[in-house]
């Protein structure tokens, strides 16, 4: 479906179902690069056993106009508004990488919204080195190419894959070249620049849950542990994925995902 936030034509996923957001809402959060199809299997299973699954596409990503946000606090800014455009009171929210960083700030800033908060493959903080951030502002090509190589884990590189004939590197190549030039390299600039992790995770009440990856080459593990360190919750650890676990291992990620939202819409 597409809405107006902020003055700007957003597309927000909703897996061809009809949304209601009086409903179980789950909101997806998608990381930098990415867009509403990163978490297209992860949806699509929710949206297809109840729950009211949305995935916007931040503007200047996807299906989204407008120009990409400069800031992880202006990304959870802007999902608050979305939300109310979207009529969404309340909502479990999940985030990817960078989109776990703004489910961070989200629940930290409108813990009135978020129901529990799940965050996969990502830490407190995110640096990114000199040579990722040179290539994605002048090269963003080459940028794409080693973030699918660094991105994925071992059987990532052989395209082994749960869906058969899927092959999650060339599709997130795609992914990431479909978005608006200087995408890529606002967001990861935007993780480079954010130091309110610690902060934030100090300040959210909400049940939460994260799903780390023992290959991550981006967020390493110790760094995500540390993530659940400062938050508690559940975790759940896949020892042979790489940083797009919502992808290259999407059914690893789906099944403790599942686990813990049905017991959080239980409690509720």
């Not at 990163?38 to 106009?65: E, K, V």
């Not at 951030?133 to 090269?139: F, S, Y």
């Not at 290259?248 to 789906?254: D, H, N, Y």
Request: glycine share 10%; hydrophobic share 40%.
């Amino acid at each position: 479906m597409k809405l107006q936030v902020q003055g700007t034509e957003i597309f927000a996923s909703t897996g061809g179902r009809a949304f209601d957001p009086s409903g179980d809402v789950i909101l997806f959060i998608h990381g930098s690069g990415q867009n509403h199809l990163g978490f297209m299997l992860q949806h699509r299973f929710l949206a297809n056993r109840g729950w009211q699954a949305i995935t916007p596409d931040f503007p200047g990503h996807g299906q989204s106009d407008g120009a990409p946000l400069a800031s992880i606090e202006a990304m959870a800014d802007w999902l608050a508004e979305f939300m109310e455009a979207a009529g969404i009171e309340k909502a479990h929210i999940a985030g990817h990488s960078q989109g776990a960083l703004v489910a961070l700030e989200l629940a930290a800033r409108f813990p009135r919204k978020v129901r529990s908060a799940t965050f996969i493959a990502s830490a407190l903080a995110i640096p990114v080195n000199d040579y990722l951030l040179g290539l994605a502002e002048n090269k963003e090509p080459k940028a794409i190419k080693a973030m699918m190589d660094w991105g994925h884990g071992a059987t990532g590189h052989v395209h082994d894959h749960t869906m058969p004939g899927a092959s999650h590197m060339i599709m997130g190549g795609q992914l990431m070249a479909s978005n608006r030039p200087g995408a890529l390299f606002a967001d990861l600039n935007a993780c480079n620049e954010y130091r309110g992790g610690a902060e934030a995770a100090a300040q959210i009440t909400c049940p939460t849950l994260c799903i780390l990856s023992g290959e991550d080459k981006m967020t390493p593990i110790k760094a995500g542990r540390k993530l659940h360190e400062a938050l508690g919750g559940m975790l759940s650890e896949i020892p042979h994925s790489g940083h797009m676990s919502i992808t290259e291992q999407p059914w690893e990620v789906t099944q403790p995902l599942r686990r813990f939202l049905e017991t959080q819409r239980t409690a509720a």
